[in-house]
């Protein structure tokens, strides 16, 4: 009798998870719900007046929701967690599973940049907005081509032209490079050390 109350319970306990997942598929899910799905699908850092927009919100309870999917995670001790990049918010995998998380995946994926990228890359970092000659003037060789792989890798990005002669374009860092290097803003970046 006792094994037949318990089937019963768990049927009923089945059913009723297949009645929450009918009940989310018809309805319209919980805002909270909506900002971690987006967030879980994101390739890149989003920004909280985008999900505002798209789910038809203000921004200060979007930005209240992803404050407290962050202390959820980090409280419950998930595996992933929510960081701020940039102006915008992504899951990432908990920094404390990053050995295991190499072992399962088994490989190392590196963009690879060459000396004069980074140096470039640095130069723009550092100075930006910043122009090819500009570039090419503390480096001492012309940039053209290492622009453009910096830019066809999604560091760097046109932001406009200089108001003078020959209205050159200027280059600043995009939020890739943030999100490769880890930090939430340029003011994060190590200071500068001129050797004079």
């Known amino acids: 009798m006792i094994m037949a109350e318990n089937k019963d319970e768990d049927i009923l306990k089945e059913e009723s998870a297949f009645d929450l997942y009918d009940n989310l598929l018809k309805g319209t899910p919980p805002l909270k719900t909506c900002v971690e799905g ?5 390739e890149s850092p989003v920004q909280p007046k985008s999900i505002a927009k798209i789910l038809n919100s203000d921004t200060g309870i979007i930005i209240d929701i992803i404050l407290q999917l962050q202390a959820e995670y980090l409280e419950s001790d998930r595996g992933f967690i ?10 990432y995998s908990n920094p404390s599973l990053t050995e295991i998380l190499k072992e399962f995946v088994n490989t190392n994926i590196k963009m690879h940049v060459t000396q004069a990228a980074l140096e470039t890359l640095a130069i723009i970092a550092y100075k930006q907005p910043a122009t090819r000659s500009q570039v090419a003037g503390i480096r001492g060789v012309k940039t053209d081509s290492v622009i453009i792989s910096l830019e066809s890798k999604g560091l760097v990005k046109e932001a406009g032209r200089l108001k003078e002669p020959g209205n050159p374009i200027i280059y600043r ?3 890739k490079f943030l999100e490769i290097l880890g930090i939430g803003s340029l003011n994060e970046l190590p200071p500068l050390k001129i050797n004079e």
């Open 38 to 42: 987006i967030l879980f699908i994101a």
């Open 82 to 91: 929510v960081r701020k990049i940039g102006e915008g918010y992504r899951m």
């Open 173 to 175: 860092t995009t939020g």
